[in-house]
């Protein structure tokens, strides 16, 4: 069975940090693409962060690029999103995602790129 979990979440204060994990089983983790997704109320999900199969390309949405860093273990099937200088705008339920190898990951993949997906974490950064 295909599952993907999310962990991490959590309310942090701006400026704070937070470390998103996603946990793969039941499929060959290691032949996936990985995509951190977020939703934030009242808006449509958007693409925040990809990582390819083997981990040597990553991209990022502008709103977060160098702020977070996405990284996977394949050994372990995990994927980590770490989040520095969280914003209040970074406010949402985040998802991770899986899909088959891409050309390219520039610009980010869209959800239809993705097969499998997780049941998100909230995140959440008020003071």
């Known amino acids: 069975q295909v599952q993907l979990v999310e962990s991490g979440g959590g309310l942090v204060q701006p400026g704070g940090s937070l470390r998103l994990s996603c946990a793969a089983t039941?499929?060959?983790?290691?032949?996936?693409?990985i995509g951190w997704f977020r939703q934030a109320p009242g808006k449509e999900r958007e693409a925040v962060a990809c990582?390819?199969?083997?981990?040597?390309?990553?991209n990022y949405a502008d709103s977060v690029s160098g702020r977070f860093t996405i990284s996977r273990d394949n050994a372990k099937n995990t994927v980590n999103l770490q989040m520095n200088n969280l914003k209040p705008e970074d406010t949402a339920i985040y998802y991770c995602?899986?899909?088959?190898?891409?050309?390219?990951?520039?610009?980010?993949?869209?959800?239809?790129?993705?097969?499998?997906w997780g049941q998100g974490t909230q995140v959440t950064v008020s003071s």
């Open positions: 039941g499929f060959a983790f290691d032949h996936y693409a």
């Open positions: 990582i390819s199969s083997g981990g040597g390309t990553t």
């Open positions: 995602a899986a899909g088959p190898p891409r050309p390219t990951y520039a610009p980010l993949p869209p959800e239809s790129a993705y097969h499998y």
